[in-house]
């Protein structure tokens, strides 16, 4: 590999761990919650959809990961007091998943966090390089899709 291609790839790898690193620690210092950082991200994610429900296939869908995978999630996160099932009304096999207000709280905290995160990132940049840096970040996006 070409010198620039190795410093690219180590910078991408320790970047992705020190973001996880940072949403994992940060998360359990706000909010002393007992919740992965996968668990967060289903939070998070039920937090955007209406009334802040869905059902377990539609989370599956958000995430792009399977509805048994999600099935697991939610019992951890009901044991948690994150969010609750409701049976669906128009469909009986179809359950709904509800963040309770501990849910609720997780979400905002999260939310509040990127925000934070996003706004000192921003400082660091001009207004021509945050360009550049979102071209970089969307050929990212675009190549894990």
């Known amino acids: 590999m070409k010198e ?3 410093s690219l790839n180590k910078m991408l790898v ?3 761990e020190k973001i996880v690193n940072f949403e994992q620690t940060s998360m359990r210092d706000a909010l002393g919650a007992d919740v992965t950082l996968a668990e ?4 998070e994610a039920l937090g955007t959809q209406p009334n802040k429900q869905a059902t377990v296939g539609r989370l599956a869908q958000v995430l792009n990961v ?3 995978t999600v099935t697991v999630a939610v019992k951890r996160l009901v044991a948690k007091d994150c969010v609750e099932k409701l049976p669906c009304r128009l469909d009986g096999r179809q359950v709904i998943v509800r963040l309770t207000e501990e849910g609720k709280r997780i979400e905002r905290t999260h939310r509040i966090l ?3 995160m996003i706004r000192e990132v921003c400082r660091e940049f001009a207004p021509d390089e945050r360009v550049v840096l979102l071209r970089l970040l969307d050929t990212l996006n675009r ?3």
């Not at 967060?40 to 939070?43: F, K, R, S, W």
Request: a negative charge; hydrophobic letters at 55%; proline letters at 5%.
């Open 66 to 68: 399977s509805a048994p």
């Open 114 to 116: 990127h925000k934070l």
């Open 40 to 43: 967060v991200h289903l939070i």
């Open 4 to 6: 620039f291609e190795q």
């Open 14 to 16: 320790e970047t992705f």
């Open 143 to 145: 190549f894990f899709a």
